[in-house]
């Protein structure tokens, strides 16, 4: 798995051969880059940190549409995130929201917090 912040770096992971494309939850807005992203036809994973559920709904309609296999990795952009701030409801709504495919975390916490990893 690898995460391109730019359309360059897409070149390099489709010449690299990663079987998974990430991309960053600041990303998740860069048309461009996930145009590219997709073409490459590789499973993807996209992150929620920032984003409202509108813009979820785009990533997940555009990579429906496109017959890419995706996956949710819902987070909060907080560097690191306590546990009470974690939002680690939305994962519920996420699963409801998005039944057809997987959806899981991407941990910003201390690495020192085992609190949230083990709910």
Same mark, same amino acid.
């Given at each position: 798995?690898?995460?391109?912040? @730019? ?48 813009? &979820? ?14 996956? &949710? ?17 939305? &994962? ?8 057809? &495919? ?10 020192? @917090? ?6």
């Amino acid at each position: 798995c690898c995460t391109p912040f @730019d359309e360059i770096s897409v070149d390099l992971v489709k010449e690299l051969n990663f079987d998974i494309v990430k991309i960053a939850s600041c990303s998740a807005k860069d048309w461009p880059l996930i145009e590219k992203i997709a073409s490459f036809k590789k499973p993807v994973i996209f992150s929620t940190g920032g984003q409202d559920i509108r813009d &979820i709904d785009n990533l997940y309609s555009f990579f429906s549409h496109k017959k890419i296999n995706f996956s &949710i990795l819902h987070c909060v952009s907080l560097y690191p995130t306590k546990f009470e701030d974690g939002q680690l409801s939305l &994962i519920k709504k996420l699963k409801k929201r998005y039944s057809d &495919i997987k959806i899981g975390y991407s941990g910003h916490e201390d690495p020192n @917090d085992f609190l949230t990893a083990s709910v």
